[in-house]
């Protein structure tokens, strides 16, 4: 792993976080978990949300050391789903084009795929970046 890789940003992280009483950022950090719980909760109420404007900065690091950095952007792809995710943008930027195409034809694949994709985007762009750089 690459000393100071930075796969993640703080200004997308915030951008995201805008939207975060949808679990927007929480999800980009690679939180799930939590971000399903903003998601149905309006961000706990507004009251997580705002205390997550103060632990970005914490989340972003832990993302940094988390996920493998390399071809494959992750704000990119984060900005593509969060934004164009029933398209499949995301899916054709990261190279798998056939799903890209089943979710543009599909809405997501009925939003299921773009669901699925919140919950997994982040490893799947680690595998394809380990991928690009072992073969």
Same mark, same amino acid.
């Given at each position: 792993?690459?000393? &100071?890789?930075?796969?993640? #940003? $703080? =200004?997308?992280?915030?951008? =995201?976080?805008?939207? !975060?009483?949808?679990? @927007?950022?929480?999800?980009?950090? +690679? $939180?799930?978990?939590? +971000? ?11 009251? !997580? ?8 900065? @914490? ?10 950095? !390399?071809?494959? #952007?992750? &704000?990119? #792809? ?17 190279? $798998?084009?056939?799903? +890209? ?9 009925? =939003? ?9 985007? &982040?490893?799947?762009? #680690? ?7 072992? +073969?």
């Amino acid at each position: 792993m690459p000393i &100071n890789q930075d796969t993640h #940003s $703080k =200004l997308i992280g915030y951008l =995201l976080w805008i939207f !975060g009483f949808l679990g @927007a950022h929480r999800f980009y950090y +690679g $939180k799930p978990i939590t +971000g399903t719980i903003w998601f149905f909760t309006l961000g706990l109420l507004f009251i !997580g949300w705002f205390i997550d404007l103060f632990l970005i900065p @914490a989340m972003d690091r832990e993302a940094d050391i988390r996920y493998e950095a !390399g071809e494959v #952007s992750y &704000n990119i #792809s984060w900005i593509l789903l969060t934004f164009l995710g029933i398209f499949g943008l995301h899916r054709m930027y990261m190279g $798998k084009w056939i799903t +890209g195409i089943i979710y543009l034809l599909t809405g997501g694949l009925f =939003l299921i795929g773009v669901l699925y994709d919140f919950w997994t985007l &982040n490893d799947q762009i #680690s595998q394809r970046n380990r991928e690009a750089r072992f +073969g």
